[in-house]
């Protein structure tokens, strides 16, 4: 078979197109994935205000931070860090430029737990551990139940279940100990001790 010269030219000018097209394709998606979408979830940091829509993003590299225009509106504590509820997140705690810094944060007295001698509680797969202001997990989430430091002393549970009366909860049972701020165990002891 006789191909001709203009046939030819056609066809690798199609190739070429094609290929061009192909790349652009593959370009387009890598900045596609690199781009943080600018919409994102609600979330709520003060009550009267009532829930903000937009407010939790995620980057490309799936971290959570909270929308640079909402900074000015939250309250920093004295260490820099802000709570945030998220319904899809639970309570966190985010610092000034907007990065959400600890995750997990079970809710107390209607708001986000507080930091007890520099630790806050947190919740990984329902058990409980606690986290420092930087966001570093420094008692891994291995007990059952936990409650906040106290002069440099907390009592935590593992077997113990949760029981609820009205908005109030409530540990019960399985065995209790005594740790320290850095994890270690102290003692065991009875409940309520």
Not at 8 to 21: E, K, M, N, S, Y
Request: positive net charge; charged residues 20%; contains cysteine.
């Amino acid at each position: 078979m006789k191909i001709r010269p203009i046939t030819t030219a056609l066809i690798l000018v199609f190739a070429g197109i094609a290929a061009g097209q192909e790349a652009f394709a593959q370009t387009s998606k890598q900045q596609t994935s690199a781009v943080v979408i600018p919409t994102g979830g609600p979330c709520l940091f003060d009550f009267e205000r009532g829930e903000v829509p937009n407010c939790v993003r995620e980057s490309a590299t799936g971290h959570l931070f909270i929308a640079p225009e909402l900074l000015k509106d939250l309250e920093f504590d004295s260490h820099g860090l802000a709570a945030v509820l998220s319904p899809r997140e639970g309570w966190m705690y985010v610092n000034r430029s907007g990065k959400v810094v600890i995750r997990g944060v079970p809710a107390m007295d209607n708001g986000a737990d507080s930091f007890h001698d520099g630790l806050v509680r947190i919740v990984r797969n329902g058990k409980y551990g606690f986290a420092n202001r930087g966001g570093q997990v420094v008692i891994p989430a291995i007990y059952d139940g936990a409650m906040n430091f106290e002069n440099g002393r907390a009592a935590v549970c593992k077997g113990c279940e949760t029981s609820r009366e009205g908005e109030h909860h409530f540990l019960s049972g399985g065995v209790w100990f005594r740790i320290n701020t850095k994890g270690t165990v102290l003692a065991r002891i009875r409940p309520n001790s």
